[in-house]
């Protein structure tokens, strides 16, 4: 049930366990530990979730500011509320982490100082161009902490989005450079990801998303040939939401893993899981057998400005109201499967034209947050791996078949004040 701003996905780099937890060491500051980074900031993989927060809300600020084509309506309003949330987030981020890259940490004080002035002014081209600015940065601020999904898939991201923007505002140059780049970073790439595909089939789309991408790149070169603005734009949002794809990829536990300890570990209500974890018996067929899940159920589906109010879980991230057009904003996890399994109370579903997330479990609306526009709506959970374990979830209702994942149809389109309309049925 995508919303009003549907160039946001769900995200699929890990965030860090704690909110503030970075500090950094380049040899100008603190002492490292063993690992060669400070205690305050292990660079063990984990992306701090404030600055993952910026890579979203720089995200957001791009959709509320862009919008989606052809109209391309910015929502001032929102984007100002976004820009909020980015300089809370960024300034938790440098004050705890002043040893970042420092060029990159500049492109995002200068992209601030910019957004501050063109959201004033409502001019769009200046914010737009300062929005995807924080996601170019963001590659070199995330290889600090030397992430598993390589600098170019990361990289690709915010350029995809650069190709489209370029294009809609006549520099179909910087538009064509930008896409050149694009092969580079995918040529690249291409290797780490022909050896990750094999290995995990619980991502969607996986084992044809190489393709996609090689098609996007072959389609751009002939939209620039026939000086095609609509098909280059097209292609840069199809190229991000491939991207996304890759992204969850490097985060995807193998198809032979079989966890012994922690997120995902078989358990029982004789055996006790890791310090953190608890025991979610609706995993097993026989109502006593289970996976062991975070203990941080109260947490999926409260309100939320960041990712700092949705608990300490390395998957833990917020879908705020200004940028992703959650009602109050959502505390949910991503990513997840059937090993990075969610917190009893939550399932693991995909919200139509995003990737799985852990969304708040329900057996009537009354267990949403109604007042909001939340209704308990039902998803599958067989694709491609069974998540889940609930197959319905505080979520969206339907207004179209389009707001239901095939073959599931919305035979009422929601009403307001109507219980049983907005639901997605078989």
């Not at 063990?44 to 910026?54: E, F, K, Q, S, Y």
């Not at 002043?98 to 940490?105: F, G, R, V």
């Not at 939401?241 to 029982?268: H, N, Q, R, Y």
């Amino acid at each position: 049930m995508i919303k009003a701003f549907p160039f946001l996905s769900a995200v699929a780099l890990t965030v860090a366990a704690a909110a503030v937890g970075c500090g950094g060491n380049n040899g100008n500051s603190g002492s490292p530990d063993m690992a060669g980074s400070t205690a305050s900031c292990p660079r063990n993989g984990i992306i701090p979730a404030d600055l993952r927060d910026v890579e979203r809300a720089g995200e957001g600020l791009v959709s509320t500011t862009f919008n989606t084509a052809p109209t391309r309506t910015a929502a001032w309003d929102r984007a100002a509320t976004v820009s909020s949330i980015l300089k809370q987030v960024w300034g938790r981020t440098t004050s705890a982490c002043p040893a970042l890259p420092a060029m990159a940490a500049k492109q995002v004080d200068d992209a601030i100082t910019a957004l501050d002035a063109a959201i004033s002014a409502k001019d769009q081209k200046k914010a737009v161009y300062a929005a995807n600015s924080v996601g170019l940065a963001c590659p070199d601020l995330f290889a600090y902490f030397m992430p598993d999904a390589p600098k170019e898939i990361i990289r690709m991201d915010a350029v995809f989005r650069q190709v489209g923007i370029d294009a809609h505002f006549g520099d179909m140059a910087a538009s064509k450079a930008s896409t050149a780049s694009l092969r580079t970073d995918w040529n690249n790439a291409k290797a780490a990801v022909a050896a990750r595909v094999p290995t995990c089939h619980r991502v969607s789309n996986t084992g044809s998303v190489a393709m996609q991408i090689e098609t996007s790149l072959t389609n751009l070169d002939a939209a620039y040939r026939a000086s095609d603005v609509a098909t280059v734009e097209t292609e840069s949002d199809n190229g991000a939401l491939e991207i996304d794809t890759l992204e969850l990829l490097f985060d995807c536990p193998a198809d032979s893993a079989v966890p012994m300890t922690g997120v995902g570990a078989a358990c029982d209500a004789s055996k006790k899981c890791d310090t953190g974890f608890d025991c979610d018996t609706a995993w097993g067929s026989d109502g006593v057998s289970g996976k062991c899940a975070p203990a941080a159920s109260n947490k999926i589906g409260i309100s939320c400005t960041s990712t700092a109010d949705c608990g300490t879980d390395s998957r833990s991230a917020c879908n705020t109201e200004a940028g992703d057009a959650y009602p109050g904003g959502y505390c949910f996890m991503e990513p997840c499967n059937d090993i990075d399994v969610c917190p009893p109370g939550s399932t693991c579903v995909a919200i139509g034209g995003e990737l799985p997330g852990c969304y708040k479990s329900c057996t009537v609306d009354s267990e949403c947050r109604t007042a909001e526009g939340y209704v308990c709506q039902l998803f599958l959970t067989t694709q491609p791996k069974g998540f889940g374990p609930k197959d319905h979830a505080c979520a969206f209702p339907c207004t179209s078949d389009n707001d239901c994942q095939a073959p599931l149809k919305c035979p009422t389109p929601y009403v307001a004040g109507n219980a049983s309309s907005g639901k997605c049925t078989p």
